[in-house]
């Protein structure tokens, strides 16, 4: 598996435009009183925009139905108590998964 070099944290988009066939979008979070500070910028091939748009979409489609499979065992399964050797084990956190693309 590759190095990851830099990692970014952002909570939305400040804008994005489109120069010799490179898409540039400005990431953002939010910051002071919920106005959006850049964080980075992500610079992807024109041509390879539709290819990462799927990706994303995929993702967001795994982690809805992800959320709702759990979403029904909180409704199907009153919570209960672990017993034995298993109490010693934390549980994952909520929501945590591998993206299988």
């Keep these: 598996m590759a190095e990851i070099r830099t990692i970014l944290f952002a909570d939305g988009m400040l804008d994005a435009s489109v120069v010799h066939g ?57 919570a209960a108590a672990p017993e034995g050797e298993d109490a010693a084990m934390p549980a994952p956190p909520p929501g945590t998964f591998r993206f299988q693309g």
């Design 22 to 78: 490179v898409v540039r979008i400005t990431l953002a979070q939010s910051g002071a009183e919920g106005k959006p500070t850049p964080v980075g910028q992500l610079c992807v091939p024109l041509v390879q925009l539709p290819a990462l748009a799927n990706g994303l979409i995929a993702l967001l489609r795994q982690v809805e139905a992800r959320a709702r499979e759990a979403q029904q065992r909180q409704v199907q399964e009153p």
